[in-house]
């Protein structure tokens, strides 16, 4: 990935995104992600998950609500910050990292993950994968992954 690339990708989740966010994802379609999260992944109470580019915590914190240890990792600093502060404002705790989705810790840590409409937006398909190999390091045995993923093209 470019470092143009990756500053024009950053400003789209730095600025733009917050202005396009709140009419796309009502709390009502969010209510019914997360239903259908815990449903696909069967999550057992309590479970470690990780949210992969978490953004603002929109799951991540209903996850956290539901009783879930939920980790959320992003790049976007003003994404992590705003998610930080709602969960605070809620009272919850939730591990909150930036980082790259390439760099995912710890190995065979968490019993689930989900990435819900961030994937995708590396360079080439490599890259992509690269990392989708760091979620699978970073699932136990038989984890699961979630992956909402549009087409590029579309």
Known sequence: MTARTVKGTMDFYEDAFYRVAPQQLTAERQEAEVKLIVRALELPPGARLLDLGCGYGRHAILLAQRGYAVTGLDLSRTSLRVARRSAREAGLRVRWLRRDMRDVPPADYFQA???????????????????????????????RFLLDHKNREW
């Open 113 to 143: 993950a989900i990435c819900m409409g961030a994937f995708g937006v590396l360079e080439t398909d490599e890259e992509d994968a690269k990392a989708l190999a760091a979620v699978r390091r970073a699932l136990q045995p038989g984890g």
